[in-house]
């Protein structure tokens, strides 16, 4: 037996509108006698009683036919503590259609020649929009002078920068939200018009000249960038003020939060250090680029790692035939999966646990899904770590490069692009040199197979999984200190997207053999990183947070070289991307030199290092 679950009401809201409806009822009443009161200038005697008569005997029906109208027109559902300008357009165009039907209900039911006097319609309507305002708005008005009263109290001070649309949502939030712990000290904009003009009753204190100085006055702990539409130079050199505030920062992701709506304070994030590097993102057509993706088996090695899962994220908007995702880590292949699934419903994705040691394991991979192209990221990449375990490297890189290449060229993959590094030049580690024994295994297959084979060589990508500002952040936020290496260490940096993007760009250029070479732009100092970082989560450097030099670590060198000299440099349809120059290879030579390596590493050999000086001359053992 079933049992009728209960109706819940809300006696809270019928209450509220209860009262409402009473309301509005005596707003009618005293609209409607008031009227032909102020007519007379409240002389009571002077009144024509048929006029009095004729407005008494519609009365019941104007008020019936009111509440009517006004439920109609929903001003007994909305929210009037948020009420905004739709709310308040109902509310008058309801308050309107009242006094209309009002003069003709008058005018069918007078008792005299003339129902009312003319002036009574515009009076009366004018009174019922004023009483029903009143009702409506007051609590709104009640409210926020009671959240501006709590918000002196609150302790976190904020200097908002950028007077447009989308400083101004992001004040309105403050100001009218009850939970927000902030209140705003001033507002910056460059635009000499908006100086001394105010904005939700905040004053706009002047141009970005006036940040250092406003920060003090104000006492500002925070600091918001509400520009989303400004260039990237322009906030770098916003930033650059800012930071001597010593005030956290925040700012609005892009333009893209106000087309959507979407500008709120839940969407300022704060400061990156990539805010900082200065340059616009690199852009690429990908929707050109990518349609030799488009109806293909492609197979990322390494797609759960930073740069193989933004292969996948990148191809998987490109409608391929089929995405083959192989990685040895269950764990981060895994997390891809469940990401494509719900981004791409309709991609035929395929999720393998393999390692690309395996000879026979990857031949059946290759064997049973015939891949089209490969990228190839599978790597050991973490320079210490490989320098305490340099045969580990030599297996995964060297000879996990090898299987795979031979497996792509055996089964008429058409293209192989590897993720070479920068490290591969004059290397001075293991991780390095494996690297560039790589791309001399891909020059040299690509000259005796079908498959066109091609490597790409870049720097340090902003957020993966080694890279240094992940570790910075988490050393700020257990006090410090952060540790850099040395004072005078300088890397080249990208972002994740970017990078891939120009991976996928030089594959399209690809023709078989070239090493391709990503222009990272200017060179960083990680010193500077640390500083701007440690800035930007708005605490002092070496009061608040230290920065101790911990030494070189094994197989880390002051600067990484992109290119090495013999190969020289010759460019391509993107200014971004340059190709190598192949360099001559004694073919015999080099396999009997890996046959070696490969046994010798296998045996877990002391000599590895001087084994693969041999192969690579320019690489730099440091004992």
């Given amino acids: 037996m079933k049992f009728m679950k209960k109706k819940e009401y809300n006696y809270q809201m019928i209450y509220r509108r209860a009262c409402l409806v009473l309301y509005d009822i005596a707003s009618i009443l005293a609209a409607s ?67 209309a039907i009002n003069g003709v209900g008058l005018y069918v039911v007078r008792v005299a020649q003339r129902a009312v006097p003319n002036s009574y319609y515009f009076v009366y309507t004018f009174l019922l929009v004023t009483f029903i305002f009143i ?52 507002i910056i904009d460059d635009d000499p018009a908006k100086k001394g003009s105010f904005i939700q009753g905040i004053r706009v204190a002047g141009g970005r000249d006036k940040i250092l100085e406003c920060a003090d006055v104000y006492n500002i702990d925070e600091i918001f960038v509400a520009i989303p539409s400004a260039s990237k130079a322009v906030i770098r050199e916003i930033l650059e003020i800012c930071k001597e505030t010593e005030c956290k920062l925040r700012s609005l992701p892009g333009m893209y939060q106000l087309v959507n709506g979407e500008v709120n304070v839940s969407q300022l994030r704060d400061v990156e250090v990539e805010d900082l590097l200065g340059r616009e993102p690199i852009k690429v057509d990908l929707d050109s680029i990518l349609s030799y993706v488009c109806g293909k088996v492609v197979l990322v090695t390494g797609g759960g790692g930073s740069i193989g899962s933004e292969l996948c ?16 880590y269950e764990n981060s292949a895994y997390d891809v999966q ?3 699934k719900v ?86 580690n293991i991780m390095g040199a494996s690297k560039r024994i790589c791309e001399m295994i891909i020059q040299t297959f690509n000259k005796h197979y079908e498959t066109e ?34 004072p005078d260490i300088i890397r080249y940096f990208m972002t994740i997207p970017e990078a891939v993007s120009l991976v996928l760009q030089a594959g399209a250029y690809a023709k078989g053999g070239e ?28 009061e608040d947070i230290r920065i101790e030099f911990t030494g070189l670590r094994p197989g880390e060198k002051l600067y990484e070289e992109l290119l090495m000299e013999e190969e020289g440099l010759q460019d391509t349809a993107n200014k971004m991307i340059h190709i190598g120059r192949p360099i001559e290879i004694d073919e015999m030579k080099f396999f009997g030199q890996l046959k070696n390596l490969k046994e010798q590493s296998k045996n877990e050999s002391s000599q590895i290092r001087h084994l693969i000086r041999e192969i690579v001359p320019t690489y730099q053992i440091r004992e």
Wanted: proline residues 4%; aromatic residues 12%.
């Fill in 453 to 486: 084979f091609v490597a790409v060589r870049f720097g340090n990508v902003l957020g993966s999984n080694g890279s240094v500002i992940p570790l910075f952040k988490k050393q700020i936020e257990n006090g410090g200190p952060v540790t850099v290496t040395h």
């Fill in 33 to 99: 006698f008031l009227a032909i009161s102020m007519r007379y200038e409240f002389r009571y005697g002077e009144i024509p009683e048929y006029f009095l008569e004729t407005i008494l005997r519609f009365l019941p029906f104007n008020v019936v036919l009111t509440v009517i109208i006004f439920y109609i027109f929903r001003l007994y559902h909305s929210l009037w503590a948020f009420a905004g300008e739709n709310e308040l357009q109902n509310l008058v165009v309801s308050c309107f259609l009242s006094g």
């Fill in 515 to 542: 090493i391709f070479v990503l222009d990272m732009g200017e060179p960083v100092k990680i010193l500077d990183l640390a500083r701007n970082l440690i800035r930007l989560s708005g605490y002092r450097v070496d």
């Fill in 313 to 328: 994220r990148q191809i998987a908007q490109h409608q391929p035939k089929r995405l083959i995702l192989l990685d040895i």
């Fill in 135 to 186: 009702s409506r708005f007051s609590y709104r008005f009640i409210r926020s002078k009671k959240h501006k009263m709590q918000n002196r109290k609150n302790t976190i001070r904020v200097m908002i920068i950028g007077a447009g649309d989308a400083g101004n949502s992001i004040i309105k939030e403050i100001v009218s939200s009850n939970f927000s712990t902030m209140t705003i000290g001033c």
């Fill in 343 to 428: 981004k791409y419903p309709r991609l035929d994705l395929v999720v393998l646990i393999a390692s690309v040691r395996n000879t026979n394991r990857m031949n059946a991979v290759f064997s049973e899904y015939q891949p089209d192209i490969v990228y190839h990221a599978a790597a050991h990449k973490h320079v210490p770590l490989m320098e305490a375990s340099p045969n580990e490297a030599v297996k995964n890189n060297v000879f996990g490069t090898w299987k795979t290449a031979q497996a792509a060229a055996f089964y008429g993959t058409k293209k192989f692009v590897m993720i070479s590094t920068d490290k591969a030049v004059n290397p001075t």
């Fill in 338 to 340: 469940q990401e494509l």
